[in-house]
């Protein structure tokens, strides 16, 4: 099988067997605002990762998909990409099955199938990068939603703005006047003043897993995205917080974790055409 992950600002391509990446490619993403470039990019990388014995290639978005006809839908991080119809496109050039998912449910899926979510049955993955983006699992079943947005949670109003404002690392320059990267390796030496940041952003994502646990009450959350690589600056903050959630007892029956997976979105990409049952 082949995985396709289109993030932030890199394109990846990985050729899946047994559940390991027997080899991946990747590049930048080019010219965000042209349209037919990217498809382009798109098709150039994939044409590198194939072989005779591929069957099917599942692609990660981070968009709302039409699953069933396979159109993308104003791609965050490439505004040229309004409505796409990526589907027909990949399936015409290549001539074997193609399914198109959002990023975060590729995410989810790549932990149930081959990380710490194996014997989970309901499982939300949370990507903290430069926004928020949440994949359920639920009953041992993907959750996209009718438009496949469920887990959007990102967008969800939250103080002065929503939960990606406070919660992804596109806005810590503007919060806190220097990168997340930054910030990080400056609490990596000690620094009062960014171990103060990571302690405030511990508090504002502890609101946002109340808001996780109210709605999809899942038993495990997996953390990946840039942002958690800072998991020990903020964990203890995030978790004292936690306290304050009304039901002690989901508490109690809930682990949190960082991925462990190097490329968990190619990974479930590559499990579409399975979890589809084609």
Request: charged share 15%.
């Amino acid at each position: 099988m082949l995985g396709f992950d289109i993030g932030g600002t890199n394109l990846r391509a990985g050729v899946i067997e047994n559940g390991s990446v027997l080899s991946i490619y990747r590049e930048p993403i080019g010219d965000q605002f042209d349209e037919q470039g990217t498809i382009n990019q798109v098709i150039k990388l994939i044409s590198m990762a194939m072989s005779p014995g591929i069957i099917s290639i599942g692609v990660g978005v981070p968009s709302v998909v039409d699953v069933k006809t396979g159109i993308v839908y104003d791609t965050v991080n490439i505004p040229s990409w309004k409505e796409v119809p990526l589907k027909d496109i990949l399936e015409k050039q290549f001539g074997i099955p193609v399914l198109i998912n959002n990023d975060a449910n590729c995410f989810v899926l790549g932990e149930k199938y081959f990380g710490s979510g194996k014997n989970v049955s309901n499982l939300t993955g949370l990507i903290l990068g430069t926004g928020v983006g949440a994949g359920l699992i639920m009953n041992n079943k993907l959750v996209p939603g009718h438009n496949c947005g469920a887990g959007e949670f990102g967008m969800v109003s939250y103080l002065e703005h929503d939960y990606e404002y406070y919660c992804g690392g596109g806005n810590f320059e503007l919060l806190y006047g220097n990168s997340a990267v930054e910030i990080s390796r400056l609490a990596g030496a000690g620094n009062p003043e960014a171990l103060r940041i990571w302690n405030t952003y511990g508090k504002h994502l502890a609101e946002l897993i109340k808001l996780v646990l109210y709605t999809a009450d899942p038993q495990s959350i997996v953390l990946g995205g840039s942002l958690s690589q800072a998991y020990p600056f903020f964990k203890e903050s995030m978790l004292q917080s936690l306290q304050t959630f009304a039901f002690r007892n989901t508490l109690k029956n809930l682990s949190i974790h960082v991925s462990e997976l190097e490329y968990a979105g190619v990974l479930g990409a590559a499990c579409l055409y399975n979890d589809s049952g084609i």
